[in-house]
């Protein structure tokens, strides 16, 4: 089975840019999660899908970030403009989300550089 | 702001040794949690999660939950030097959100 895919890998831009990231669920998980993870700390989650609609996006900072899942299975996440303080790891998880699976699958995570 | 708490470590054991992770989480509705691996540069990686109260066994790995305490731990039995990585603990809120703690980092030394 597949894992989850993120592109792009790694992103360096300068602040005031804007820069998209994509992800690509497990096959058949309703749920996906879009974490930021800043160096040392724990993921922190930005957004979360349940097929294409929004389940939570409190702690998305809606001024600069936007997030969207369409038909239920890709998802992008943008930053316009970008700041020094959104360098950090942007980590996408899905999840089935069904009966007693609850458990969340990262991707490899795309690393953003603001400079 | 519900939290879930780890000792950042770095926790050093010889190879072979029992290695023991501990974290504590303040939202007492959460139900389930969960340990994750990460090394260094790469994503968090699924060890176990855990529900019920007492011990669920997994290979070399058991995660013990004691609810009444809010504490969770993992037990790495026989630890290895592949085993060094930060090893993240996950509160499950509601609405299948986790909460992670910052994470503690295992040093196996050979």
């Known amino acids: 089975e597949a894992g989850v895919a993120q592109s792009p890998r790694y992103k360096i831009i300068e602040k005031r840019q804007s820069v998209a990231f994509w992800c690509n669920p497990i096959s058949g998980h309703a749920t996906l999660y879009w974490y930021q993870q800043i160096l040392g700390q724990g993921p922190k989650l930005l957004i979360q899908f349940q097929n294409n609609g929004v389940v939570d996006d409190s702690q998305l900072p809606k001024d600069r970030f936007s997030a969207e899942r369409l038909k239920g299975v890709d998802s992008t996440l943008k930053i316009q403009p970008a700041k020094l303080e959104d360098s950090a790891v942007y980590l996408c998880?899905?999840?089935?989300?069904?009966?007693?699976?609850?458990?969340?699958?990262f991707g490899p995570g795309t690393r953003l550089t603001v400079t | 702001q519900k939290e879930v708490e780890q000792n950042s470590g770095p926790l050093s054991v010889p190879e072979g040794a029992i290695a023991s992770l501990n974290c504590t989480y303040s939202?007492?509705?959460?139900?389930?949690f969960f340990w994750y691996r990460q090394y260094s540069g790469k994503s968090p990686e699924l060890i176990m999660f855990?529900?019920?109260?007492g011990d669920k066994e997994d290979g070399r790995f058991t995660a013990q939950l004691n609810k009444a305490s809010q504490y969770v731990s993992l037990l790495i039995r026989d630890s290895q030097p592949s085993d060094s990585a930060t090893y993240l603990c996950?509160?499950?809120?509601?609405?299948?959100?986790?909460?992670f703690g910052a994470g503690t980092i295992l040093r196996v030394k050979s």
């Open positions: 998880a899905s999840s089935l989300a069904r009966g007693r699976s609850y458990e969340q699958y």
């Open positions: 996950a509160a499950m809120e509601y609405g299948n959100k986790l909460v």
């Open positions: 855990i529900y019920s109260n």
């Open positions: 939202d007492r509705g959460s139900q389930s």
